[in-house]
């Protein structure tokens, strides 16, 4: 979510901190199941998009320099920058986590519970956010490396496929389970590692687009990105109308329109006019805050509705978690700000 040289630069381009302020609170809409209905396919750009420019602002760093031993040391950066991430909010957490996934322990025995529960720290959900800053680190590392033995061209293929493989398990599990090695495959990935849609096997495809776009590999102008993103926005509405008939469901996570789709959006606001802001860090910072705290303060919200009203409103209980998780990071900043140099400001750097 975060990238350090990105937020030091007090004059930062905001267009992506807007769009990330934006993508957050489709994030928590999708989990609190807000949106009208014909809005879905669209606002499912969330993630997505938040891979794309973990990408590329990784990759524009990265490719800043041509020395490998360089290159190695951005990379531990960036891995350690993230797992300080996961770790701050894992531990600020822990208590809402151990209630969450208690029922990992119960019927299965003390070992199975433990086991299931490394799982989850390691591939899939401890907090709701925690798979996608999981999935950041293992596809980058992955990219990184496959980079010195594959050209650009064969990455981009084999991301590509892995989302296709992606999208089948999310959105259409009928052809899955016309195939008993593919159901295997598919039930073993989900029993050992995770489920597909929400894995490091989706992360992959959206970090090499950004990539693409931090090396300028996708050529266009806004235009072109305009009109890329209007055609697969219908297409990716379609699909989507095809993918509920045949399920009989609304949420599925990856869909193969989705692709285009996001390139579109992604490459229509790298080319818009840039937008200076006083404010674009505190929009940076508050988007993570909001991604990352978002699952917890619903849970909690969206229970207590229950108990005292005997009902969710769920438009009522949106606000509400958006007004907490940003006074969350009000909370973060100020007391960084009070205790400047202390212990309490360099540990709750890490928040972001």
Same mark, same amino acid.
């Given at each position: 979510m975060?990238?350090?040289?990105?937020i030091?630069n007090?004059?930062a381009d905001?267009?992506?901190d807007?769009?990330?302020?934006i993508?957050s609170l489709?994030?928590?809409?999708?989990?609190?199941?807000?949106?009208?209905?014909?809005?879905?396919?669209?606002?499912r750009?969330?993630?997505p998009?938040?891979?794309?420019?973990s990408?590329?602002?990784?990759?524009l760093?990265?490719?800043?320099?041509?020395?490998?031993?360089?290159?190695?040391v951005?990379?531990?950066?960036?891995?350690i920058r993230?797992l300080?991430?996961?770790?701050?909010?894992?531990?600020?957490?822990?208590?809402?986590?151990?209630?969450?996934r208690g029922?990992l322990?119960?019927?299965?025995?003390v070992i199975?519970?433990?086991?299931a529960?490394?799982k989850?720290?390691?591939?899939n959900?401890?907090?709701?956010?925690?798979?996608?800053?999981?999935?950041?680190?293992?596809g980058t590392?992955?990219?990184?490396?496959?980079?010195?033995?594959?050209p650009?061209?064969?990455?981009?293929?084999?991301?590509t496929?892995?989302y296709?493989v992606?999208?089948?398990?999310?959105?259409?599990?009928q052809?899955i389970?016309?195939?008993?090695?593919?159901?295997?495959?598919?039930?073993? !990935?989900t029993?050992y590692?995770?489920?597909? #849609?929400?894995?490091? @096997? +989706?992360? *992959?495809?959206?970090? $090499?687009i950004?990539?693409?776009?931090?090396?300028?590999?996708?050529?266009g102008n806004k235009f072109?990105?305009?009109a890329?993103?209007?055609?697969?926005?219908?297409?990716?509405?379609?699909?989507?109308?095809?993918?509920?008939?045949?399920?009989?469901?609304?949420?599925?996570?990856c869909?193969?329109?989705?692709?285009?789709?996001?390139?579109?959006?992604f490459?229509?606001?790298?080319?818009?006019?840039?937008?200076?802001?006083?404010?674009?860090?505190n929009?940076?910072?508050?988007?993570?805050?909001i991604?990352?705290?978002h699952g917890?303060?619903?849970?909690i919200?969206?229970?207590?509705?229950? !108990?005292?009203?005997?009902?969710?409103?769920i #438009?009522?209980?949106? @606000? +509400?978690? *958006?007004?907490i998780? $940003?006074?969350?990071?009000?909370?973060?900043?100020?007391?960084i700000?009070?205790?400047k140099?202390?212990?309490?400001?360099?540990?709750?750097?890490?928040?972001f």
């Amino acid at each position: 979510m975060t990238e350090n040289n990105y937020i030091k630069n007090k004059t930062a381009d905001a267009r992506f901190d807007i769009l990330k302020i934006i993508l957050s609170l489709f994030v928590v809409s999708i989990h609190m199941q807000l949106f009208p209905r014909v809005l879905y396919p669209w606002i499912r750009i969330g993630v997505p998009l938040f891979f794309i420019m973990s990408g590329y602002f990784f990759f524009l760093k990265l490719n800043g320099t041509t020395n490998y031993s360089q290159q190695k040391v951005f990379l531990k950066n960036f891995i350690i920058r993230n797992l300080l991430l996961y770790t701050f909010w894992f531990i600020c957490l822990l208590p809402i986590i151990l209630y969450i996934r208690g029922e990992l322990f119960f019927g299965h025995g003390v070992i199975s519970g433990i086991l299931a529960f490394i799982k989850c720290i390691l591939f899939n959900s401890s907090f709701t956010a925690s798979w996608y800053i999981i999935a950041t680190i293992y596809g980058t590392l992955i990219i990184f490396f496959l980079l010195r033995k594959l050209p650009n061209t064969i990455l981009i293929a084999i991301s590509t496929l892995l989302y296709i493989v992606a999208s089948i398990a999310s959105s259409y599990p009928q052809l899955i389970a016309k195939s008993e090695i593919a159901s295997t495959i598919h039930l073993g !990935i989900t029993n050992y590692i995770s489920p597909i #849609p929400n894995s490091f @096997i +989706v992360s *992959v495809a959206w970090i $090499i687009i950004g990539k693409c776009f931090a090396e300028k590999t996708f050529k266009g102008n806004k235009f072109t990105y305009l009109a890329i993103t209007l055609v697969s926005g219908v297409l990716l509405y379609l699909e989507w109308l095809f993918v509920k008939n045949i399920n009989g469901t609304f949420l599925n996570d990856c869909y193969i329109m989705l692709l285009p789709f996001c390139i579109g959006v992604f490459g229509f606001v790298s080319n818009c006019t840039p937008i200076k802001c006083k404010y674009s860090i505190n929009l940076r910072k508050c988007s993570t805050i909001i991604f990352v705290t978002h699952g917890a303060v619903a849970r909690i919200i969206v229970s207590l509705f229950k !108990i005292l009203f005997h009902n969710t409103y769920i #438009p009522i209980a949106y @606000i +509400v978690v *958006v007004s907490i998780c $940003i006074g969350i990071y009000l909370l973060i900043e100020f007391l960084i700000n009070r205790y400047k140099n202390s212990w309490v400001s360099k540990f709750l750097l890490y928040a972001f």
